[in-house]
């Protein structure tokens, strides 16, 4: 198409030609040389909400029922990034019947996804250090090992740690040495595969959360080790 003065003096030599009015001669020229169709624009790029989430959406539809959309979509509706932290997790727990230790992974992984926190960030500026691991053992073993004091000794020596309160096979909360915090999760895969979710919360900065993450991961490789040892109870 022709820039705008060009194609003005085109209508003008038109009407010169054939005596016809400016718009008559202006729609016969633009009939002849239509304006191209502008290009189709790319679709919205797909926001990956696990990546931001920091967990699968395997993992959490598995616990859940829901994928990491399906859980945006919920509680954007009800605008949740609005609220506070205890807020969010409470209405994952009462209105979709969610297990206490998922919503609160629920919870983490909205408030990453809105932006209110970074990964090993917490709400309220603080930092925490996240770990996993799958055992080769049933749910009742790998709880009692963090439970009774002569086995977890075997596998985390050295450490006075207060348990505040736990839920058999289910939940428990650490005060750990230096005050800190650890919560822990026991997940149930099957008769002899155990999930263990680990937060160690009140860490001081991004350092720490590294250097913890690195002891949890050493710690339960020696637990690994301690379970598989074991003699299955009768």
Request: proline share 6%.
């Amino acid at each position: 198409m022709p820039t705008h003065k060009d194609f003005k003096r085109l209508v003008r030599a038109r009407m010169r030609k054939t005596g016809e009015a400016y718009s008559a001669a202006r729609a016969q020229l633009l009939a002849k040389n239509p304006s191209p169709a502008p290009a189709a624009l790319p679709p919205p790029a797909r926001v990956d909400y696990a990546t931001l989430a920091g967990m699968s959406d395997t993992s959490i539809k598995e616990k859940t029922g829901c994928t990491w959309e399906r859980w945006v979509w919920a509680l954007d509706r009800v605008h949740a990034h609005t609220w506070p932290h205890r807020d969010i997790a409470e209405y994952v727990y009462e209105k979709y019947k969610t297990s206490g230790w998922w919503a609160q992974m629920v919870t983490v992984g909205y408030e990453r996804i809105k932006g209110l926190r970074a990964i090993g960030q917490r709400r309220d500026g603080g930092f925490e250090a996240s770990k996993s691991k799958v055992f080769a053992a049933p749910v009742g073993k790998v709880y009692r090992a963090f439970r009774d004091s002569r086995t977890r000794a075997r596998w985390l020596p050295g450490v006075k740690l207060e348990i505040r309160t736990a839920t058999p096979n289910k939940s428990m909360r650490i005060t750990w040495p230096d005050r800190t915090s650890v919560a822990l999760g026991f997940v149930r895969k099957g008769k002899a595969k155990t999930q263990v979710w680990i937060q160690h919360t009140s860490l001081p900065d991004r350092n720490a959360v590294e250097r913890v993450k690195g002891f949890w991961t050493g710690r339960l490789d020696a637990l690994q080790a301690v379970v598989a040892r074991e003699r299955p109870t009768a």
